[in-house]
């Protein structure tokens, strides 16, 4: 069975960096992965996008702050983030897609203090 695991995530104060990390387990390879991330009361939103090639896609939020990247051989997804503001505040979750077809991790809170 797939799962997906995210870590790195936690409180940090407004100006900081954090990076996640979401690996996959079991035999299985995503053509895209990517991190959403969901606020109380707002709709879950993506954050950026990578496949398996490398090309990456973001949010406009976060353009310039965030970078995604990912080791296929590990079979994970990184998403360091920079000068985190109070409104990256949210849960992150990561997806990874294949032929249409989405998996998704528990998700990890981030949390970025002013």
């Known amino acids: 069975q797939v799962r997906l695991v995210e870590s790195g995530g936690g409180l940090v104060q407004a100006g900081g960096s954090l990076r996640l990390s979401c690996t996959a387990s079991?035999?299985?390879?995503?053509?895209?992965m990517g991190w959403y991330r969901q606020a109380p009361g707002k709709q879950r939103e993506l954050v950026a996008t990578i496949t398996f090639t490398g090309r990456t896609n973001y949010a406009d939020s976060v353009k310039g702050r965030f970078t995604i990247s990912r080791d296929n051989a590990k079979n994970t997804v990184y998403l360091q983030m920079s000068s985190l503001k109070p409104q990256d505040t949210g849960v992150y979750l990561c997806?990874?897609?294949?032929?249409?077809?989405?998996?998704w991790g528990q998700g990890t809170q981030v949390t970025v203090s002013s």
């Open positions: 997806n990874g897609e294949r032929s249409g077809n989405y998996d």
């Open positions: 079991g035999s299985i390879f995503y053509t895209g």
